[in-house]
């Protein structure tokens, strides 16, 4: 009878793990070309979820003339920004620039696998 408890147990333990644990199935490719002569930093914002890459206190760095792939692991379905600034100038940016304060009309992309098209940040 013990066993019979402990396997039911087992059983609704995984069960509500595999429901509560985010699912991440795919992957998504940005590729970013600097075209401006000073560097730029980057960040991806989820419009989903609170995530963001690469980190909340770390950026992508490209330098001047620099063209880069960002690859990030997220959910089927789920809405990445990408936010880029001048390296210490957070006022002139693209994207929904830094911290996700802006709206954007073409800076956003769907996770379904696949990498975008080249995105050239142009002064």
């Not at 994207?95 to 990498?115: A, E, L, T």
Request: overall charge negative; hydrophobic content about 40%.
């Amino acid at each position: 009878m013990a066993v019979l408890l402990a396997r039911r147990g087992a059983a609704a333990l995984l069960a509500l793990v595999a429901l509560s644990a985010p699912v991440l199935a795919e992957e998504l490719t940005f590729v970013m070309n600097n075209q401006h002569p000073k560097p730029v930093e980057v960040q991806l914002y989820s419009q989903n979820r609170e995530s963001l890459w690469p980190g909340p206190s770390d950026v992508f760095l490209l330098e001047d003339g620099e063209t880069r792939t960002m690859t990030l692991a997220c959910e089927t379905g789920e809405t990445i920004c990408y936010g880029a600034w001048l390296q210490g100038d957070r006022t002139t940016f693209w994207g929904v620039g830094p911290g996700k304060v802006r709206h954007c009309d073409n800076c956003c992309y769907v996770c379904q696998g696949g990498k975008t098209e080249e995105i050239d940040l142009v002064p």
